[in-house]
């Protein structure tokens, strides 16, 4: 069995999670939220991250605003609506007992009578 592809199947099934959280903070380039999920050491590519945001939109729990840049192109900045807040925090519940629940299992000493 391959540790990589585990990782990897780990990594995602929290990265709508974390991206969430990201938007909920305020106006979020999506760029920027590239640099923090890999600063996080959640790898993720623009082929990952732009499709997941369209299907978070398309759901109605994120929003997005087109701002001119002196930079460039205009930007896309994301924000959570209120479903998306709503979304999060039963997401967050979930997350906080998932943790707890994990936790007991992974701190338990190995009986010494189990082989």
């Known amino acids: 069995m391959n540790i990589e592809n585990t990782q ?3 990594r995602k099934g929290i990265l709508e999670f974390c991206i969430l959280h990201i938007i909920a903070r ?3 380039y999506a760029s920027d939220m590239l640099d923090e999920l890999t600063s996080a050491r959640i790898m993720v590519v623009e082929g990952t991250l732009y499709p997941l945001l369209t299907r978070l939109r398309k759901a109605g729990l994120v929003d997005y605003k087109w701002v001119e840049s002196s930079s460039g192109p ?3 900045y994301y924000t959570l609506t209120e479903q998306g807040r709503e979304f999060l925090d039963g997401l967050s519940q979930t997350w906080e007992e998932l943790v707890s629940s994990t936790q007991k299992i992974i701190s338990v000493k190995k009986n010494p009578t189990q082989s």
């Open 8 to 10: 990897v199947q780990m």
């Open 26 to 28: 305020g106006e979020v």
């Open 74 to 76: 205009p930007r896309k």
